[in-house]
């Protein structure tokens, strides 16, 4: 294991498939639709319409699947993109120090530039003959719109088989700057939990949020306490009256839906165990930036795969991302003592890779057909 095969994932996990590979978890986040060129023949992201884009995602998933233990699980991330042009991003070097070969009327990023009436017409003609894009596939759609890719390809994946077992919103703490005035800065992502079955692995103390300080300073939990001292507490906490302190120690406040004895079950229990379950993980996570010098703009930080690695694998798993890119999921399974095995199209990420996970242990790195 800890082994990165270049080439089409969906030929590498075919492959595995043959030999008998078994992963507990799939951690990865494919190239978005129509946002940027690689440079690199056959990648992910630049297929013609949104539908092509999913269908091939529902293809690789589908080999994942295969390869996938029965308890196990994928934590898909996914960004959305608007049906617009940003300026002068295609035919120029990007960070990576790839060039795109792409012209503005093959790739979906150059939408925006083309005549919005032609979009929806039933004839399809060739792109390059007079720079308009008709194709009735793409429906609805029209330039400025939220393409809605994340949603279309979840749903698409339901019905295909999987369990869509949750929807949970990353929410970055400093976003890519928009210069947009017509609607607010996308500041979020989403990633898909999906399962084989509704049964399956996953660890929530693993990743359970801790007490919060309130909790922990909440006078009902000194030692030693009395009936008159832990008023003093409740006032001392600024609540003056039996209403306030109700309301202040009500564990359903602000849910309009109550629940029969849940204070009494919650009060009922030893004061050790509340304090040491915390609470279960939210399906939004609030993360900050997580720099990284190198020529690869599109990395994750390392605390989206943390989490799902210790929700979804024990020590010793193997954790598998087919869309590789830097290496961020191999690192952080390796830190967190499992395995891993992944794919990635574009060869000039090698480099990357290794400085990001050889100083953790032996890393084998083959070129698919060699």
Known sequence: MNVCH??????????????????????????????????????????????????????????????????????????????????????????????????????PIGISKLRVKDINSKQATNPNADGLRRNHSFGDLKAKDLCMIPAEAALALRADGWWLRSKITWCKKVPMPESVRDRPTSATEDIFILSKSANYYYNAD?????????????????????????????EAAG??????????????????????????????????????????????????????????????????????????????DTVLDPFFGSGTTGEVAQALGRKWIACELNPAYEPLQKRRTAQLGLVLFEKEGA
């Open 6 to 107: 270049f080439g089409d994932c969906r030929d590498i996990l075919r492959r595995w498939i043959a030999e008998g590979v078994k992963v507990q978890m799939c951690v990865t986040s494919p190239p978005y639709w129509g946002l940027r060129d690689y440079g690199v023949a056959g990648q992910f992201g630049l297929e013609f319409t949104p539908q092509e884009y999913v269908e091939r995602m529902v293809e690789v998933f589908r080999l994942v699947r295969e390869l996938l233990a029965d308890d196990g699980t994928v934590w898909l991330n996914l960004g959305d993109s608007y049906c617009a042009a940003p300026k002068g991003s295609l035919n120029r070097q990007d960070k990576s120090g790839l060039t795109s070969t792409r012209t503005q009327e093959q790739s």
């Open 239 to 316: 609540a003056q009256h039996p209403k306030k302190i109700h309301k202040m120690f009500d564990k359903q406040r602000g849910h309009s839906r109550r629940h029969a004895g849940f204070n009494d079950r919650w009060d009922a229990m030893p004061i050790a165990e509340q304090m040491r379950f915390g609470s279960n993980m939210r399906n939004y996570w609030i993360l900050g930036p997580d720099p990284y010098p190198e020529a690869h703009f599109a990395t994750f930080p390392r605390e989206v795969p943390r989490r799902c690695i210790l929700a979804g694998s024990k020590p010793g």
């Open 206 to 234: 693993a990743v359970r949020n801790p007490p919060s300080e309130s909790f922990l300073n909440d006078p009902r939990w000194q030692t030693g306490s009395t009936d008159e001292n832990e008023k003093e507490g409740y």
